[in-house]
Protein backbone atom coordinates (compact mmCIF):
# COMPACT_ATOMS: atom_id res chain seq x y z
CA UNK A 1 0.00 0.00 0.00
CA UNK A 2 1.38 3.51 -1.53
CA UNK A 3 1.95 5.80 2.13
CA UNK A 4 3.83 8.64 1.32
CA UNK A 5 5.97 10.09 3.67
CA UNK A 6 5.71 13.55 2.82
CA UNK A 7 1.69 13.47 3.66
CA UNK A 8 -0.31 13.31 6.54
CA UNK A 9 -2.98 11.49 7.78
CA UNK A 10 -6.20 11.30 9.10
CA UNK A 11 -7.85 8.11 11.06
CA UNK A 12 -10.55 8.74 8.72
CA UNK A 13 -8.45 7.82 6.02
CA UNK A 14 -7.85 10.86 4.22
CA UNK A 15 -4.27 12.83 3.83
CA UNK A 16 -3.08 16.34 3.82
CA UNK A 17 -0.40 18.15 1.95
CA UNK A 18 0.62 21.34 3.14
CA UNK A 19 1.70 24.44 0.91
CA UNK A 20 1.81 27.85 2.86
CA UNK A 21 -1.43 28.34 4.20
CA UNK A 22 -3.36 26.23 1.96
CA UNK A 23 -4.02 22.03 2.27
CA UNK A 24 -4.45 19.53 -0.39
CA UNK A 25 -6.94 16.96 1.04
CA UNK A 26 -7.69 13.40 -0.74
CA UNK A 27 -8.12 10.00 0.48
CA UNK A 28 -5.57 7.92 0.65
CA UNK A 29 -4.73 4.68 -1.49
CA UNK A 30 -6.17 2.38 1.13
CA UNK A 31 -9.25 4.12 1.14
CA UNK A 32 -9.82 3.98 -2.59
CA UNK A 33 -8.97 0.31 -2.86
CA UNK A 34 -11.20 -0.46 -0.51
CA UNK A 35 -14.33 1.45 -2.01
CA UNK A 36 -13.60 0.13 -5.26
CA UNK A 37 -14.17 2.13 -8.52
CA UNK A 38 -15.23 5.54 -7.56
CA UNK A 39 -17.95 6.82 -10.35
CA UNK A 40 -18.84 10.14 -8.28
CA UNK A 41 -17.73 12.24 -6.03
CA UNK A 42 -19.77 15.43 -4.82
CA UNK A 43 -18.31 18.34 -2.63
CA UNK A 44 -20.67 20.90 -1.89
CA UNK A 45 -19.02 22.54 0.65
CA UNK A 46 -17.11 25.04 -1.35
CA UNK A 47 -17.16 28.60 -0.02
CA UNK A 48 -17.66 26.93 3.61
CA UNK A 49 -15.71 27.37 6.29
CA UNK A 50 -15.70 24.18 8.29
CA UNK A 51 -13.99 22.50 11.97
CA UNK A 52 -11.68 19.18 11.53
CA UNK A 53 -13.83 16.23 10.95
CA UNK A 54 -16.68 17.98 9.59
CA UNK A 55 -18.04 15.93 6.29
CA UNK A 56 -17.03 18.34 3.46
CA UNK A 57 -18.38 15.61 1.04
CA UNK A 58 -19.20 12.25 -0.44
CA UNK A 59 -17.48 10.01 -2.39
CA UNK A 60 -19.66 7.20 -4.42
CA UNK A 61 -18.20 3.61 -5.44
CA UNK A 62 -19.74 1.03 -7.69
CA UNK A 63 -21.14 -0.71 -4.63
CA UNK A 64 -21.12 2.35 -1.65
CA UNK A 65 -21.36 5.67 -0.89
CA UNK A 66 -19.07 7.34 1.74
CA UNK A 67 -18.61 10.39 3.45
CA UNK A 68 -15.51 12.32 3.32
CA UNK A 69 -14.05 14.10 5.91
CA UNK A 70 -12.31 17.22 6.28
CA UNK A 71 -8.79 16.57 8.65
CA UNK A 72 -7.71 19.72 9.33
CA UNK A 73 -10.53 23.40 9.91
CA UNK A 74 -10.70 25.88 7.09
CA UNK A 75 -12.53 27.24 4.57
CA UNK A 76 -12.81 24.87 0.94
CA UNK A 77 -11.37 26.33 -1.83
CA UNK A 78 -11.86 24.71 -4.46
CA UNK A 79 -13.04 21.25 -5.67
CA UNK A 80 -10.51 19.82 -7.64
CA UNK A 81 -12.21 20.15 -11.53
CA UNK A 82 -10.28 16.92 -12.99
CA UNK A 83 -11.66 14.77 -10.04
CA UNK A 84 -15.42 16.25 -11.33
CA UNK A 85 -14.65 15.43 -14.51
CA UNK A 86 -13.37 11.95 -14.14
CA UNK A 87 -13.61 10.55 -10.15
CA UNK A 88 -11.74 7.24 -11.45
CA UNK A 89 -8.62 9.53 -11.15
CA UNK A 90 -8.99 9.32 -7.81
CA UNK A 91 -8.45 4.86 -8.33
CA UNK A 92 -5.52 5.95 -10.67
CA UNK A 93 -3.93 8.72 -8.48
CA UNK A 94 -4.99 9.28 -5.13
CA UNK A 95 -1.81 11.05 -3.46
CA UNK A 96 -1.54 13.67 -6.77
CA UNK A 97 -4.29 14.08 -9.71
CA UNK A 98 -6.64 12.54 -7.44
CA UNK A 99 -6.87 15.13 -4.63
CA UNK A 100 -10.12 16.27 -3.88
CA UNK A 101 -10.44 19.62 -2.29
CA UNK A 102 -8.00 22.64 -1.96
CA UNK A 103 -8.65 24.32 1.73
CA UNK A 104 -7.41 27.78 3.29
CA UNK A 105 -6.19 26.58 6.56
CA UNK A 106 -8.11 27.86 9.59
CA UNK A 107 -5.33 26.46 12.38
CA UNK A 108 -2.02 25.49 10.64
CA UNK A 109 -1.27 24.00 14.14
CA UNK A 110 -3.74 20.93 13.75
CA UNK A 111 -1.63 19.40 10.79
CA UNK A 112 0.74 18.36 13.75
CA UNK A 113 -2.05 16.39 15.08
CA UNK A 114 -2.36 14.26 12.36
CA UNK A 115 -0.76 10.92 11.38
CA UNK A 116 2.81 10.44 10.58
CA UNK A 117 3.24 8.13 7.32
CA UNK A 118 4.51 5.49 9.91
CA UNK A 119 1.35 6.46 12.02
CA UNK A 120 -0.90 5.73 9.37
CA UNK A 121 0.96 2.72 8.14
CA UNK A 122 0.15 1.12 11.65
CA UNK A 123 -3.07 2.08 11.55
CA UNK A 124 -4.13 0.27 8.35
CA UNK A 125 -1.89 -2.99 9.03
Known amino acids: ?5 NLKYSNDHEWCRVEGDTA ?7 AQSQLGDIVFVDVPTVGETLAAGDVFGSIEAV ?3 SDAFIPVSGEILEFNPAV ?13 EGWLVKVRLSNPAEVDGLLSADQYKELIG
Open 24 to 30: YVGITDF
Open 63 to 65: KTV
Open 1 to 5: MNVPA
Open 84 to 96: DADPAVVNKDAYG
